[in-house]
């Protein structure tokens, strides 16, 4: 699987998760002392959930948000990730197209370093994204998210390769567990597309039972993990300062230590 | 699945592995040296290995040994084991008909609270010491390890399941992952297992690939972790310090912290 730069951060299994810390705030303030909170934490990087966001029907406030936070967010890469409702989203309720064209000036701006997009949204958008973001050297997610229930092995690992046909420089699938063997599912499918796609991979299973994929995805191919800083923005979410140690443990641990 | 009481102690699924702590001293003087280390930082359970000390050719030396660990460890439970070489055990070059005379006198002296035997042992000596340990009140666990490799999900199912229809109190499968698949194979066997058997489970992959089986098998239906107190005496085992903030930093996320 090779490793992507973005903003100088290496995207890619390399034994170690980075983390990825979600910021979620309703306004300006509250995303500002959000990052304040979060910063000195040192999350490897930043994802703004601009569907959380009041702002999100006004294209240039979700820009000039956009500037501050990356301002602010300094060498640690922001992620720009607007999420429908069914899709674990907050209270955005932009059709599509606008959605679209948040990403698009998103883009544009070069003010963001990553776009997160859902994959299964219509195939001419997730096109038109991935040529936009190239050509403003905005690398992107697609992603598949399912907040009901998690699909099987198989169609798990279909989704990564999706995403890498699709164009995208990082896949990433977020299920919700309904038993134990979801978890086992989701860790295997990871497993079985890193072994085949040469893009990086994310993966997560949500909730309590999704635990050991947030605390051990690394291990079976997962570039990257959730922690919060000052608010849990999935079910199941471990804080930055609850996962750093466990994450350390573990990573002595499998080393050998 | 049933929860069993072995000295006051509860075993079986709980949502909490208890951490048992193995004793590997080659002399007295070694394993009262290493009782004074780990019973401070109180581990539920005690395993005394037996095949690492040097008495294990004196039976008289060996219940000694026992009843000073017993009188040591107070009111948690020991777990007396003897493993051939080819069980990962120590320096033991006892026939397994001496290796039986041992349990037998550990079951009589009534020192110890559970044997750990190795179930492919000839099905004479099993159902021999499943009879001495009950009628002396003494609990068993039933065991298959396997150092080399991890056999298929089905087959390690299958070892547990054995472990309850020879009669054991506790079925317990260690096995050694070649890749992380393996220990994907472990845990899917384990859960299978915990809702078909009535009997307290504990399950382990080693080695670092294992960490995840080891930090994560209580979600999976193993009731019981190894953590060591002073000398690590299976690869891959973290020590009680690493091992207990980690699961209660899990526990809490698992349970919806």
Redesign the interface.
């Known amino acids: 699987m090779k490793r992507i730069q973005v903003g100088g951060k290496a995207i890619g299994r390399s034994g170690q998760p980075l983390i990825c810390t979600p910021v979620i705030g309703r306004s300006r303030a509250a995303v500002l002392d959000e990052l304040a909170a979060l910063l000195p934490k040192a999350p490897d990087l930043i994802e703004w959930r601009v569907d959380f966001f009041e702002g999100f029907g006004d294209i240039a406030a979700v820009i000039d948000m956009a500037r501050e936070i990356k301002a602010a967010a300094g060498t640690i890469p922001v992620v720009f990730a607007c999420r429908a409702m069914g899709e674990g989203g907050g209270f955005s309720a932009l059709n599509e197209s606008d959605v679209v064209k948040l990403y698009v000036a998103a883009c544009v701006s070069r003010c963001i370093d990553i776009i997160d997009y859902e994959m299964s949204n219509s195939p001419v958008n997730v096109a038109m994204l991935r040529e936009v973001s190239r050509e403003n050297g905005v690398a992107m997610i697609m992603s598949y998210h399912n907040h009901e229930f998690t699909p099987s092995d198989e169609e798990l690992s279909g989704r990564f390769i999706e995403a890498e046909v699709l164009g995208a420089d990082i896949a990433k699938v977020v299920v919700m567990p309904k038993g ?2 979801d ?2 599912a989701l ?2 499918a990871t ?1 079985k597309a890193s072994r085949v796609c040469g893009i990086p991979l994310v993966s997560m299973s949500m ?3 999704g ?2 994929a ?3 995805g690394w ?2 191919g997962s570039s990257m993990t959730f922690g919060f800083g000052k608010h849990c923005s999935a ?2 979410q ?1 804080s930055i300062e ?1 996962l750093r ?2 994450l350390a ?2 990573q ?6």
């Open positions: 134990e063997e978890v086992l860790l295997s497993l909730g309590g039972l635990t050991v947030r605390v051990f291990v079976f079910p199941g471990m609850e140690p466990v443990s573990v002595h641990a499998v080393y050998g230590g």
